[in-house]
């Protein structure tokens, strides 16, 4: 009887009309608001990365460090560029199908290897960067106060990062059980 007062209630509310090319301008990349802000972020930091990678050699005194911190800074900012196209790709191919529910399934258990991923790359990112950095320094107390006080600022936001993740994965299961109570 509820599914029944449910539907009616549903039938009874007036629909806008929207044409097929409306519809289908609806669907397209530039105008999904998580996509559009994705890509931005994706965007900024490959000019930004670029930029870096491009200068940091000669400025940076990348010339006097060995090629293997070199390669190691490369591969860390690289990865990273690679992981934001990585969870743009998640976010775009997610298309429900007539099963919602598994497919929200499918697409948290997607979203925690990713958070996984993210976790890690972040990780060898920042001991990428730390490693050119420190490389050829003379540590005093005064040094090794301020890297300390870096590792505790990026556990913080690794902590952060992690608890956001579990935020959205957690909506989505909450959505899930609302299938399932249906």
């Known amino acids: 009887m509820e599914n029944d007062k449910l539907k009616s209630i549903w039938n009874s509310v007036p629909t806008v009309q929207k044409s097929n090319t409306e519809l289908t301008e609806m669907l397209k990349e530039r105008n999904h608001p998580v996509l559009k802000a994705i890509k931005k972020q994706a965007l900024f930091e490959l000019v930004a990365f670029s930029i870096f990678l491009f200068c940091y050699y000669s400025m940076l005194d990348g010339t006097e460090k060995p090629l293997l911190i070199n390669l190691l800074l490369a591969f860390a900012i690289v990865v990273n560029m690679f992981h934001h196209l990585k969870g743009y790709r998640l976010q775009q191919h997610f298309r429900a199908s007539e099963n919602?529910?598994?497919?929200?399934?499918?697409?948290?258990a997607k979203l925690k290897t990713y958070q996984l991923e993210t976790i890690i790359n972040k990780i060898v990112f920042v001991?990428?960067?730390?490693?050119?950095?420190?490389?050829?320094?003379?540590?005093?107390?005064?040094?090794?106060?301020?890297?300390?006080i870096?590792?505790?600022?990026f556990t913080i936001q690794l902590?952060?990062?992690n608890r956001i993740w579990m935020n959205r994965i957690r909506k989505i299961k909450a959505t899930i059980g609302e299938f399932e109570k249906a």
Request: no cysteine; hydrophobic share 60%.
């Open 100 to 108: 919602i529910k598994d497919d929200l399934k499918s697409f948290a």
């Open 127 to 148: 001991a990428g960067m730390g490693v050119f950095f420190t490389n050829g320094i003379k540590f005093t107390a005064n040094k090794w106060l301020a890297i300390g």
């Open 150 to 153: 870096i590792l505790i600022i």
């Open 159 to 161: 902590v952060l990062l």
